[in-house]
């Protein structure tokens, strides 16, 4: 039984140990096979570092991180008038379409000093204040708009940006 | 160039509706004004903007009409001053400046002498001259102070003349005495920093 197995594992032995004849230009042709499958067909290649790189861009191009843009440098400024006799002030600007509504103020416990509180970015704003919805008036503690058109008194506002 | 006309045309096409507040006639006249501006790639909401204080003060249609008129033309010679690549912002100062007396060739110095954006420069300009600065005085000053000063610099600059001013001082005294105190300061290094309305004061040694 021995010897059997013996004959056997030496036939498998000495088959494995003949040379295997392999063509030279086998490699040559795989890799030009290779160059000639379309992009799409190259399963092997992770498209995600292209993802990755493009999402980059696009975020920086979207964000724009070199532009300090006015949403970035906004200032939160308070506004102030003492009217102790107004019912309703409201104030209204380049900043709010001009719109009564939209920046209402508010007096503390009706001591007559009239507050609100706006988000702004930089730039330079036109803006007055409508005491009871008939009276304008400007702020007495800002520079005056010396070009009014329409004859009644405004006041400007400069926020400032890089460098303020 | 088909795309570009196609977008050009649906711009002209599309209204503001802010613009509904003023009459028919008025809106018109103003969406005009807004188209013209539009294509010659000046900034719209100013106009808009101005319009809308024209009928929130109940100001006649005309009236309106001729004021946004006259800020695009205003804006028009601002962006010649300053450049194409001006910012909106900067646009609307050079405006306020040039109504204040300052010439474009002092805002093209400007803009030749100091870092964009020029925002603070410009509007401190217009406002000292509103202060009753004359405005080759106050031209001078910013112009002086504006190659190292910053904003915050430029407003405290303007609160002090406005200060002095409002003690009796005449204008254009005040602003020498001011140039040449500020120009100690920015020259020694000192700085500001905060809110451009409520600047901190300078330390002195």
Do not use: C
Not at chain 1, 88 to 96: E, T, Y
């Amino acid at each position: 039984m021995f010897e059997q197995e013996d004959e056997t594992v030496e036939r498998v032995i000495q088959h494995l140990r003949r040379s295997v004849a392999i063509d030279p230009g086998l490699d040559a042709r795989v890799m030009r096979e290779i160059a000639q499958v379309p992009p799409e067909g190259r399963r092997g290649r992770p498209l995600w570092p292209l993802l990755a790189a493009a999402a980059v861009v696009a975020t920086v191009l979207v964000a724009r991180p070199w532009n300090r843009n006015a949403a970035s440098q906004a200032d939160t400024l308070q506004f102030v008038l003492v009217a102790p006799q107004a019912a309703s002030v409201a104030l209204v600007g380049d900043f709010n379409d001009w719109d009564p509504a939209r920046s209402p103020m508010q007096t503390a416990h009706g001591a007559g000093i009239w507050a609100t509180v706006v988000r702004l970015a930089p730039g330079r704003y036109r803006y007055a204040f409508l005491v009871n919805g008939v009276e304008w008036r400007a702020d007495p503690n800002a520079p005056a708009a010396k070009d009014d058109e329409f004859g009644t008194p405004s006041s400007v506002i400069t926020v400032g940006g890089r460098g303020s | 160039m088909i795309l570009a006309a196609l977008l050009l045309v649906t711009q002209v096409a599309v209204q503001d509706p802010r613009l509904d507040r003023l009459d028919l006639d008025t809106r018109s006249a103003v969406a005009a004004v807004v188209d013209s501006a539009r294509v010659a790639r000046l900034p719209i909401e100013p106009i808009i903007q101005r319009a809308l204080e024209g009928a929130t003060k109940g100001a006649p249609g005309p009236r309106i009409v001729a004021a946004v008129r006259k800020l695009a033309v205003d804006l028009g010679t601002a962006r010649a001053a300053l450049g194409t690549s001006a910012l909106e912002a900067e646009l609307e100062a050079a405006v306020a400046a040039l109504r204040a007396g300052a010439t474009p060739e002092v805002i093209a110095h400007l803009r030749d002498v100091r870092r964009p954006p020029l925002t603070m420069a410009l509007s401190v300009l217009a406002d000292l001259v509103a202060s009753g600065v004359p405005a080759d005085s106050a031209a001078a000053a910013v112009l002086a102070l504006a190659p190292k000063a910053r904003d915050a610099d430029l407003v405290e600059f303007r609160r002090a003349v406005e200060r002095d001013i409002a003690l009796g001082a005449p204008p254009g005294a005040a602003t020498s005495v001011r140039l040449n105190a500020g120009a100690l300061d920015v020259s020694g290094g000192n700085t500001t920093t905060g809110n451009p309305n409520n600047p901190t004061r300078r330390s002195r040694p």
